[in-house]
C-alpha cells in the first residue's frame, strides 16, 4: 500500500519512462510533486524502493527501474475451482504499521471457493508478527472488504487514518486492542476512534 505521494511519483516516473525511455530528474519529480525540496523526492524513492515497486540502477544516472509487482505473486488452480480477478493493493505490514491508501496497483487471479460474499482485494504481507497464525512474510492474503469484525478475526486495521496493519482484533470496553501472533511482537491498544477495520482475513496464497 502506498501514500498518495508515494503513488503518484511511481505513476510519474513510470509515464516518463515510457515515453522517453529515461526516468525524470530529480527537480522533475520535485516539480510533479510540487514539494519544497529534492529532500522528499529522496525520501519517496527510498520508500518505493523499499517496498519493491522499484529498483535504482547502480553508476547510472537517472535510471530508475520499474518492478512489476504483479509477477511474483502465485496463483492457485484447482480443476474444479474457477479462479477471479481481485484487486492487488501492494504490501501490507505484518508488523510495525506503513502508511496506506487504498489504489490497486493490478489485479490477482484468485480461486472463486476461496472468496465470500462481498467485494474482496489481496495484499502482500510484510514482516512476521503473524507467524503463529500461518501468515508468513511474502504471503498474499485474501481480505474481504468489511467495516465491522469480531473477536478474534484477523482483520485489516487503518490507524490513524494512516497506517495500515494485518492484526487479530480484541475489542475492550474501552479499547481496540490489535493481537500479533508471535511472542516477540507486542499487542497495540487504541481508542476505538483511532481504529478503523478494512477487512477480513479468508484466505492466504503463497510461492514456495
Known amino acids: 500500500m502506498l501514500t498518495k505521494k508515494q503513488k503518484e511519483l511511481l505513476d510519474y516516473i513510470t509515464i516518463v519512462n515510457k515515453n522517453n525511455g529515461i526516468s525524470p530528474s530529480y527537480e522533475e519529480m520535485k516539480n510533479k510533486l510540487k514539494l519544497k525540496s529534492k529532500s522528499g523526492i529522496h525520501r519517496i524513492i527510498s520508500a518505493l524502493e ?20 504483479n509477477k511474483n505473486i502465485i496463483q ?49 504481507i510484510s514482516g512476521e508478527s503473524m507467524t503463529g497464525s500461518g501468515i508468513n ?30 492484526k487479530k ?19 497495540q491498544s487504541y481508542d476505538p476512534a483511532r481504529v478503523q477495520i478494512q477487512g477480513i482475513l479468508v484466505g492466504l496464497m503463497r510461492k514456495y
Open 50 to 69: 523499499e517496498r519493491g515497486f522499484i529498483r535504482k540502477l547502480a553508476n547510472k544516472a537517472r535510471a530508475i527501474e520499474i518492478i512489476n509487482n
Open 137 to 166: 512474510d511474502k504471503d498474499i492474503a485474501v481480505i474481504k472488504k468489511s467495516n465491522m469484525a469480531n473477536n478474534g478475526q484477523i482483520v485489516v486495521a487503518l490507524v490513524d487514518k494512516t497506517e495500515a496493519t494485518l
Open 169 to 187: 482484533l480484541k475489542k475492550t470496553s474501552s479499547k481496540i486492542v490489535l493481537m500479533p501472533s508471535n511472542d516477540l511482537y507486542q499487542a
Open 76 to 124: 492457485i488452480k484447482d480443476k474444479n475451482s474457477k479462479n477471479v480477478e481481485i484487486p492487488f493493493y501492494g504490501k501490507i505490514a505484518a508488523g510495525t504499521p506503513i502508511e496506506a491508501i487504498s489504489n490497486s496497483t493490478g489485479n490477482v487471479s484468485t480461486p472463486s471457493d476461496m472468496l465470500k460474499r462481498g467485494e474482496h482485494y489481496a495484499l502482500e
